[in-house]
């Protein structure tokens, strides 16, 4: 025999009371069962709202009663069909039972704990005749009054089950059900009797503890819960999207996740069954097909490290301390009494070994009765500033539950280092020595990002990482390019990388679930949401991501002075972008000290030569412990090209215009021109190797002439240039006569750096640069005698595209 409890939305409507009549009916099929129903979704709370309405003198209670008799009224016309009379004069004389004991309550302006319970009962009364009439149609269906067995005391709201009469009136009563062949019976959840017959209900969510009760009386082979979920997940799927149905669990993996908030099942659901071993199957009734999640005495056969993860919010954390608490016996004794005594639950536990401290979590309501329930206590101490209370608001309990953390070293770190990396701190922690369950409190307000932060570490095999990209320009375009085109790359490296946002200087768009990236385009074209960096910032932060980076492929400045905000955001950076680089040195260090407090790394190998290895390969050679003398090289691709091309057969603005238009520039071309581009590379350079120096430090020669160096860029920038043309082009051929090149250079020695046009040979390194080439020499103590160079395109958007594309994947090695 199965007991099989619906409830909630699967007994929402006509319709749903029909997906579940062919639920059962396939069920009989294989062994008899027992039905168990609650109230039709939403009326326990209508059913209570009545009572308090009434009480309140308010003759509103009516139209609600009204609008709860129409509802049932119409349920039991649909699915009673043709010879539904007797259903529905069933329900009518409930509805008229319901109305004056309203009635009643509105006449005293009085609602007992035993009129509540009586108004409340009526919700499982009703949908049990609705649906046990409507199952009628099929096989012998009765309606049973758990009254009729379910026996308790008289704590109305929430009273205690008497399970020993309860076992013997149950087993008696569906002894007599079954001996009719076939018969299936559809019993109240959620009510009960005392022993002089005054109804009681057993607290919010007992149809599920009725349920339970009824197969732990009947001996069921399983108890089934149906719900609107494929089963138990290993987390909330609203704030973790990733979370997953577990197949198995343990009774008291199942108690630990639902003491701490998951919603599914009911912690009192689980005791009936645990006494009897009973199993428990978790059933969606809209996909009756899933397996859902079976909670037995063993589990599942391959067991993971942790089994699921929940949180509780809403929560205080009170702390008593003080010197008069050390080595005094009785401390936490009376702590605990005096808050028990005042109706205060403890949720959590935690005492430092120095015995200074006691702290605990609390209901949030339940805050300030305990913080004046222990400052009563101890007064005497309180007043000789021996001890103190503290209290902090705004506090959650993350739990990570499993079998398999029992004995397995290195648990308690993963969980404190997923939290760590993504700046969540720690209030307190608590570990029972079961080792099946470690909780920590944390802010509230960093909940969901540390749900999802703390599921990456233990149940997630590929590496997660969300991007929001800003600028889909040359660079950012090409980048949602090489994206779109590595995806099979990435998932086969065991890599899951998403963009979820994108933005324009215009607008931005944003999405938990990604954007597509053949669509981007118009996504980001039809949405509302107008662009500015912080609002930006906001809305992606709003997605609570565990693993996420900034992209930011623009030049502009706005977005590297939204830097701050973005990291707060919890993003790391990538970026081509070099101005973050080459801030002001307060500035500089300050955002550096930022990504060092928030552990958010920050990756920029384009800022120089775009997609070659020259960041790396320096960071490499000082790790190594070699020392730099000397850097100089071609480090912009945009002069490279020029003074590559450039033979004076055609207008050096000419040749300025085209490149412009490939992409081989700057958006503004008087950033690379200006020698500004290379001054900004010299400079990372420098402070790459520990030289605080500024922008202004570094000399530089421009090649924009004066008149055309203030003002926006427009078009008629190339126009004006053009004017100029001869200065260039006098220089080229004074190099040429003396059998020579010009390269425009950046040299950094000395702890100095200047950037300028050169001569050199035609055999030297410098001259051998080809089309947009970037050359780097590194003069270090190894490499005194012949420079390590560094050489290949330096501009380019795909090039540039396929650095930060780099940087991605060495940011997912990092990535716990």
Same mark, same amino acid.
């Given at each position: 025999?199965?007991?099989?409890?619906?409830?909630?939305?699967?007994?929402?409507?006509?319709?749903?009371?029909?997906?579940?009549?062919?639920?059962?009916?396939?069920?009989?099929?294989?062994?008899?069962?027992?039905?168990?129903?609650?109230?039709?979704?939403?009326?326990?709370?209508?059913?209570?709202?009545?009572?308090?309405?009434?009480?309140?003198?308010?003759?509103?209670?009516?139209?609600?009663?009204?609008?709860?008799?129409?509802?049932?009224?119409?349920?039991?016309?649909?699915?009673?069909?043709?010879?539904?009379?007797?259903?529905?004069?069933?329900?009518?004389?409930?509805?008229?039972?319901?109305?004056?004991?309203?009635?009643?309550?509105?006449?005293?302006?009085?609602?007992?704990?035993?009129?509540?319970?009586?108004?409340?009962?009526?919700?499982?009364?009703?949908?049990?005749?609705?649906?046990?009439?409507?199952?009628?149609?099929?096989?012998?269906?009765?309606?049973?009054?758990?009254?009729?067995?379910?026996?308790?005391?008289?704590?109305?709201?929430?009273?205690?089950?008497?399970?020993?009469?309860?076992?013997?009136?149950?087993?008696?009563?569906?002894?007599?059900?079954?001996?009719?062949?076939?018969?299936?019976?559809?019993?109240?959840?959620?009510?009960?009797?005392?022993?002089?017959?005054?109804?009681?209900?057993?607290?919010?969510?007992?149809?599920?503890?009725?349920?339970?009760?009824?197969?732990?009386?009947?001996?069921?082979?399983?108890?089934?819960?149906?719900?609107?979920?494929?089963?138990?997940?290993?987390?909330?799927?609203?704030?973790?999207?990733?979370?997953?149905?577990?197949?198995?669990?343990?009774?008291?993996?199942?108690?630990?996740?639902?003491?701490?908030?998951?919603?599914?099942?009911?912690?009192?659901?689980?005791?009936?069954?645990?006494?009897?071993?009973?199993?428990?199957?978790?059933?969606?009734?809209?996909?009756?097909?899933?397996?859902?999640?079976?909670?037995?005495?063993?589990?599942?056969?391959?067991?993971?490290?942790?089994?699921?993860?929940?949180?509780?919010?809403?929560?205080?954390? &009170?702390?008593?301390? %003080?010197? =008069? +608490?050390? $080595?005094?016996? *009785?401390? !936490?004794?009376? #702590? @605990?009494?005096? /808050?028990?005594?005042?109706?205060?639950?403890?949720?959590?536990?935690?005492?430092?070994?120095?015995?200074?401290?006691?702290?605990?979590?609390?209901?949030?309501?339940?805050?300030?009765?305990?913080?004046?329930?222990?400052?009563?206590?101890?007064?005497?101490?309180?007043?000789?500033?021996?001890?103190?209370?503290?209290?902090?608001?705004?506090?959650?309990? &993350?739990?990570?539950? %499993?079998? =398999? +953390?029992? $004995?397995?070293? *290195?648990? !308690?770190?993963? #969980? @404190?280092?997923? /939290?760590?990396?993504?700046?969540?701190?720690?209030?307190?922690?608590?570990?029972?020595?079961?080792?099946?369950?470690?909780?920590?409190?944390?802010?509230?307000?960093?909940?969901?990002?540390?749900?999802?932060?703390?599921?990456?570490?233990?149940?997630?095999?590929?590496?997660?990482?969300?991007?929001?990209?800003?600028?889909?320009?040359?660079?950012?375009?090409?980048?949602?390019?090489?994206?779109?085109?590595?995806?099979?790359?990435?998932?086969?490296?065991?890599?899951?990388?998403?963009?979820?946002?994108?933005?324009?200087?215009?607008?931005?768009?944003?999405?938990?679930?990604?954007?597509?990236?053949?669509?981007?385009?118009?996504?980001?074209?039809?949405?509302?949401?107008?662009?500015?960096?912080?609002?930006?910032?906001?809305?992606?932060?709003?997605?609570?991501?565990?693993?996420?980076?900034?992209?930011?492929?623009?030049?502009?400045?706005?977005?590297?002075?939204?830097?701050?905000?973005?990291?707060?955001?919890?993003?790391?950076?990538?970026?081509?972008?070099?101005?973050?680089?080459?801030?002001?040195?307060?500035?500089?260090?300050?955002?550096?000290?930022?990504?060092?407090?928030?552990?958010?790394?920050?990756?920029?190998?384009?800022?120089?030569?775009?997609?070659?290895?020259?960041?790396?390969?320096?960071?490499?050679?000082?790790?190594?412990?070699?020392?730099?003398?000397?850097?100089?090289?071609?480090?912009?691709?945009?002069?490279?090209?020029?003074?590559?091309?450039?033979?004076?057969?055609?207008?050096?603005?000419?040749?300025?215009?085209?490149?412009?238009?490939?992409?081989?520039?700057?958006?503004?071309?008087?950033?690379?021109?200006?020698?500004?581009?290379?001054?900004?590379?010299?400079?990372?350079?420098?402070?790459?190797?520990?030289?605080?120096?500024?922008?202004?430090?570094?000399?530089?020669?421009?090649?924009?002439?004066?008149?055309?160096?203030?003002?926006?860029?427009?078009?008629?920038?190339?126009?004006?240039?053009?004017?100029?043309?001869?200065?260039?082009?006098?220089?080229?051929?004074?190099?040429?006569?003396?059998?020579?090149?010009?390269?425009?250079?950046?040299?950094?020695?000395?702890?100095?750096?200047?950037?300028?046009?050169?001569?050199?040979?035609?055999?030297?390194?410098?001259?051998?640069?080809?089309?947009?080439?970037?050359?780097?020499?590194?003069?270090?103590?190894?490499?005194?005698?012949?420079?390590?160079?560094?050489?290949?395109?330096?501009?380019?958007?795909?090039?540039?595209?396929?650095?930060?594309?780099?940087?991605?994947?060495?940011?997912?090695?990092?990535?716990?």
């Amino acid at each position: 025999m199965r007991v099989l409890k619906f409830g909630g939305s699967s007994l929402a409507t006509p319709a749903t009371v029909r997906s579940v009549g062919k639920i059962v009916m396939e069920a009989r099929r294989r062994e008899p069962l027992i039905v168990v129903v609650s109230a039709f979704q939403g009326v326990t709370n209508q059913l209570l709202e009545c009572a308090r309405v009434a009480e309140r003198g308010d003759l509103g209670y009516r139209r609600i009663c009204d609008d709860l008799a129409r509802r049932h009224r119409t349920a039991a016309s649909s699915l009673a069909g043709r010879d539904g009379a007797g259903i529905r004069q069933r329900v009518d004389g409930l509805l008229e039972e319901l109305q004056s004991t309203l009635q009643g309550i509105f006449l005293l302006r009085y609602c007992p704990a035993r009129a509540l319970d009586v108004t409340a009962s009526f919700g499982e009364r009703l949908s049990a005749v609705i649906v046990a009439g409507y199952l009628a149609r099929f096989a012998a269906a009765l309606f049973v009054d758990a009254r009729a067995f379910l026996a308790t005391d008289d704590q109305f709201t929430h009273a205690n089950v008497n399970f020993a009469k309860t076992n013997r009136a149950a087993r008696t009563l569906f002894k007599k059900v079954f001996k009719r062949r076939g018969a299936i019976p559809v019993v109240t959840g959620f009510i009960g009797a005392t022993e002089d017959g005054q109804t009681t209900t057993i607290g919010r969510n007992g149809s599920d503890y009725s349920a339970a009760i009824v197969g732990a009386a009947v001996g069921a082979s399983v108890v089934e819960i149906w719900t609107d979920v494929d089963g138990v997940l290993s987390a909330d799927p609203r704030l973790v999207p990733s979370a997953f149905v577990l197949p198995a669990m343990t009774y008291e993996e199942a108690m630990e996740l639902s003491y701490f908030g998951a919603k599914v099942i009911h912690s009192a659901t689980i005791a009936p069954a645990v006494a009897r071993r009973i199993p428990i199957l978790i059933k969606n009734t809209f996909n009756p097909s899933a397996p859902g999640t079976l909670i037995s005495a063993k589990g599942s056969a391959d067991q993971p490290i942790a089994k699921g993860m929940t949180s509780v919010g809403d929560l205080s954390l &009170l702390t008593l301390r %003080g010197p =008069g +608490m050390v $080595g005094v016996p *009785g401390i !936490a004794e009376r #702590l @605990f009494r005096t /808050l028990a005594a005042r109706q205060v639950n403890v949720i959590l536990i935690s005492q430092a070994s120095s015995e200074h401290t006691i702290c605990f979590a609390v209901r949030s309501i339940d805050a300030a009765r305990g913080v004046s329930a222990i400052e009563r206590e101890f007064r005497h101490e309180v007043h000789d500033q021996q001890m103190i209370v503290d209290r902090k608001d705004g506090q959650a309990i &993350l739990a990570v539950v %499993g079998e =398999g +953390m029992k $004995g397995r070293p *290195g648990v !308690a770190g993963k #969980l @404190f280092d997923s /939290l760590g990396r993504n700046a969540i701190n720690i209030a307190a922690i608590a570990q029972g020595a079961s080792e099946r369950n470690i909780s920590c409190v944390i802010a509230a307000s960093q909940q969901g990002r540390a749900l999802n932060a703390v599921h990456q570490a233990f149940f997630e095999p590929r590496k997660r990482l969300a991007l929001a990209v800003i600028g889909v320009g040359n660079i950012g375009g090409a980048l949602l390019r090489q994206l779109q085109q590595q995806q099979a790359y990435l998932a086969g490296s065991g890599f899951d990388v998403t963009v979820v946002a994108l933005a324009n200087s215009k607008r931005f768009v944003v999405s938990r679930d990604g954007v597509d990236l053949a669509t981007w385009s118009e996504a980001l074209a039809a949405s509302k949401n107008r662009m500015s960096p912080r609002a930006f910032a906001a809305s992606v932060a709003g997605l609570e991501l565990a693993n996420a980076a900034l992209i930011d492929c623009t030049a502009e400045q706005a977005i590297v002075d939204a830097y701050p905000a973005f990291i707060d955001a919890n993003l790391h950076i990538i970026t081509p972008n070099k101005k973050a680089n080459a801030l002001p040195w307060r500035r500089y260090e300050a955002l550096m000290t930022q990504m060092r407090t928030r552990q958010k790394y920050f990756f920029y190998e384009a800022n120089v030569g775009a997609g070659l290895p020259v960041m790396s390969t320096l960071r490499d050679l000082i790790a190594s412990g070699d020392r730099i003398l000397k850097i100089e090289g071609i480090l912009s691709g945009t002069l490279s090209y020029l003074f590559n091309t450039f033979d004076g057969a055609a207008p050096f603005s000419g040749l300025v215009r085209e490149a412009h238009r490939v992409g081989f520039t700057e958006p503004d071309p008087r950033d690379d021109l200006s020698g500004q581009d290379v001054a900004r590379k010299l400079l990372i350079l420098a402070r790459q190797i520990g030289l605080k120096l500024e922008l202004s430090d570094v000399r530089v020669e421009s090649l924009v002439p004066a008149p055309l160096r203030v003002g926006s860029f427009a078009e008629a920038f190339f126009t004006r240039l053009a004017r100029h043309d001869h200065d260039v082009a006098a220089r080229v051929e004074r190099a040429a006569a003396r059998g020579a090149v010009l390269r425009y250079v950046g040299v950094l020695e000395n702890g100095s750096a200047e950037a300028g046009l050169r001569e050199f040979p035609r055999d030297h390194p410098m001259a051998s640069a080809k089309g947009s080439d970037n050359v780097i020499a590194f003069t270090t103590e190894r490499y005194r005698q012949t420079p390590l160079v560094v050489q290949g395109p330096g501009a380019g958007a795909d090039v540039t595209a396929m650095g930060v594309f780099s940087d991605m994947l060495k940011l997912l090695h990092y990535l716990p």
